[in-house]
């Protein structure tokens, strides 16, 4: 049974060899096991995932794997030196640097492995929480704390497992197992984090009411026609999402795409920036997607003669090189149900997520246009991509809804748009290493490098 969580338990064939004995895991996918090739006994990892059988120590008679499965130990009897019994160690992926223990003349002699001695200075010493880079979180800006850990000689070091967080006074702000900040109310809390119950630090900060920046909101009370044109046949339709929200449906016929495109066109030169929330519930492998795109200069004039009912969007020539995207899921089929698409053009992005993702729940999609053309994603306020390319700013930019929904249910709820960027998120933490994230992935807060 493969130790990774994904690969499901099965029976592997090693094609040419019959299985000795399995000495046990080298890591979640790898395992030690010894053969028989032709009366040649063998010691040989093999891999689950690829199929590849690696050949470590022939003519092999006893083999130990450490507690730790950095190291094997091995007695060889080679036929050339009848009579003689050499004991080998090596680390597990390094067969290569083997050393023999010498005097050994047992076939079987007892091994106790010792555990790993520490240099004092390579254990933590001393942790801090970096404090905001504004010195104050605001009221609509979800903020991750970073921090730094450090070793008696000066030196940092990274944690053996993640650090608990708590808050002073979660009605100022709230703070959740990954050092993910929530702001509820003007107001002073203190932050505390620890890490393995003996090294703690803590950060008091403000919490300043927001600058609203908003220049427009759709919450869907009003209906579809008010702000958007709608496309598609059947045309999209309005329902309600978890707890009674309005949303848009993007409805579909399995074939073509359905959906709105904003009457509104806004100026990105300053940078220009949309969040909204998203459910998308599967229940088929093709034909249900969440589509919310920037496109810019998406008027009359490029659409030229397309009905608005069959077939798809013609965008092509100045609009495709004017579009960024955000979908879910990213492909059909299941590998779909676990990436979310980042595009900019014809650059594309593949993100992993969470399966879950398909089952409704709500999450908030945020599509950011930087002054620099750049466009960055984030899900649930935390940055996970941002473009390679550049969308030219020149024309003003419309939002596009879509991209299918037959037989399902997915959702766009609530949309807010801005001018410039928020600063409620940290897309610099897309500049260190690990820190990308998506929903349902392996989230913590980031220690810088």
Same mark, same amino acid.
């Given at each position: 049974?493969?130790?990774?969580?994904?690969? %499901?338990?099965?029976?592997?064939?090693?094609?040419?060899?019959?299985?000795?004995?399995?000495?046990?895991?080298?890591?979640?996918?790898?395992?030690?096991?010894?053969?028989?090739?032709?009366?040649?006994?063998?010691?040989?990892?093999?891999? !689950?995932?690829?199929?590849?059988?690696?050949?470590?120590?022939?003519?092999?008679?006893?083999?130990?794997?450490?507690?730790?499965?950095?190291?094997?130990?091995?007695?060889v009897?080679?036929?050339?030196? /009848?009579?003689?019994t050499?004991? !080998?160690?090596?680390?597990?992926?390094?067969? #290569?640097?083997?050393?023999?223990?010498?005097?050994?003349t047992?076939?079987?002699?007892?091994?106790?492995?010792?555990?790993?001695?520490?240099?004092?200075?390579?254990?933590?010493?001393?942790?801090?929480?970096?404090?905001?880079p504004?010195?104050?979180?605001?009221?609509?800006?979800?903020?991750?704390?970073?921090?730094?850990?450090?070793?008696?000689? &000066?030196?940092?070091?990274?944690?053996?497992?993640?650090?608990?967080?708590s808050?002073?006074?979660?009605?100022?702000?709230t703070?959740?197992?990954?050092?993910?900040?929530?702001?509820?109310?003007?107001?002073?809390?203190?932050?505390?984090?620890?890490? #393995?119950?003996?090294?703690?630090?803590?950060?008091?900060?403000?919490?300043?009411?927001?600058?609203?920046?908003?220049?427009?909101?759709?919450?869907?009370e &009003?209906?579809?026609?008010?702000?958007?044109?709608?496309?598609?046949?059947?045309?999209?339709?309005?329902?309600?999402?978890?707890?009674?929200?309005?949303?848009?449906?993007?409805n579909?016929?399995?074939?073509?795409?359905?959906?709105?495109?904003?009457?509104a066109?806004?100026?990105?030169?300053?940078?220009?920036?949309?969040?909204v929330t998203?459910?998308?519930?599967?229940?088929?492998?093709?034909?249900?997607?969440?589509?919310?795109?920037?496109?810019? &200069?998406?008027?009359?004039?490029?659409l030229?003669?397309w009905?608005?009912?069959?077939?798809?969007?013609?965008?092509?020539?100045?609009?495709?090189?004017?579009?960024?995207?955000?979908?879910? %899921?990213?492909?059909?089929?299941?590998?779909?149900?676990?990436?979310?698409?980042?595009?900019?053009?014809?650059?594309?992005?593949?993100?992993?997520?969470?399966?879950?993702?398909?089952e409704?729940?709500?999450?908030?999609?945020?599509?950011?246009?930087?002054?620099?053309?750049?466009?960055?994603?984030?899900?649930?306020?935390?940055?996970?991509?941002?473009?390679?390319?550049?969308?030219?700013?020149?024309?003003?930019?419309?939002?596009?809804?879509?991209?299918?929904?037959?037989?399902?249910?997915?959702?766009?709820?609530?949309?807010?748009?801005?001018?410039?960027?928020?600063?409620?998120?940290?897309? /610099?933490?897309?500049?260190?290493?690990?820190?990308?994230?998506?929903?349902? &992935?392996?989230?913590?807060? %980031?220690?810088? %490098?």
């Open positions: 049974m493969p130790q990774d969580g994904r690969t %499901p338990p099965g029976c592997f064939s090693l094609p040419g060899y019959l299985m000795w004995d399995a000495h046990g895991w080298v890591d979640d996918l790898r395992v030690l096991l010894s053969v028989d090739s032709a009366g040649n006994h063998l010691l040989v990892r093999y891999d !689950l995932e690829t199929g590849a059988v690696k050949v470590l120590q022939r003519f092999i008679q006893q083999v130990w794997l450490s507690p730790d499965r950095r190291w094997v130990a091995v007695t009897a080679r036929p050339r030196e /009848e009579g003689q050499r004991l !080998l160690i090596h680390p597990t992926d390094d067969p #290569g640097r083997a050393r023999e223990v010498v005097g050994v047992s076939l079987n002699p007892e091994l106790v492995w010792l555990p790993q001695v520490r240099d004092a200075r390579t254990y933590l010493d001393t942790v801090r929480i970096l404090p905001p504004r010195g104050a979180l605001r009221t609509d800006a979800s903020y991750l704390f970073r921090y730094r850990l450090r070793r008696a000689d &000066g030196g940092e070091i990274t944690a053996s497992a993640p650090p608990a967080w808050v002073s006074d979660t009605t100022v702000r703070v959740d197992s990954l050092g993910l900040a929530r702001p509820r109310r003007p107001g002073k809390a203190t932050v505390y984090m620890n890490v #393995g119950g003996w090294r703690q630090d803590s950060l008091p900060t403000a919490v300043v009411p927001a600058r609203d920046s908003f220049i427009f909101r759709e919450d869907w &009003g209906g579809i026609a008010a702000h958007w044109i709608p496309f598609g046949e059947p045309r999209p339709t309005l329902t309600s999402m978890a707890g009674g929200t309005p949303a848009f449906l993007n579909g016929d399995g074939s073509y795409t359905s959906g709105a495109y904003s009457r066109h806004w100026d990105a030169t300053d940078g220009l920036g949309l969040e998203g459910s998308v519930q599967l229940t088929r492998g093709q034909g249900q997607v969440l589509l919310v795109d920037w496109v810019g &200069g998406l008027d009359s004039l490029h030229g003669s009905d608005h009912l069959g077939g798809y969007m013609p965008l092509r020539g100045v609009l495709e090189n004017r579009l960024c995207s955000a979908g879910y %899921p990213a492909s059909e089929g299941p590998a779909g149900k676990v990436r979310f698409s980042h595009s900019v053009g014809p650059w594309n992005h593949p993100l992993p997520v969470d399966s879950s993702l398909s409704g729940h709500p999450f908030r999609i945020r599509l950011q246009l930087f002054p620099d053309g750049r466009c960055g994603l984030a899900l649930d306020g935390r940055p996970v991509s941002i473009s390679e390319n550049v969308v030219p700013l020149d024309l003003p930019f419309a939002i596009r809804l879509g991209y299918a929904a037959y037989q399902g249910r997915v959702l766009h709820g609530p949309i807010e748009v801005w001018r410039r960027v928020r600063d409620d998120v940290q897309w /610099e933490l897309l500049d260190v290493p690990d820190s990308t994230t998506a929903p349902g &992935g392996a989230n913590r807060s %980031p220690a810088l %490098p």
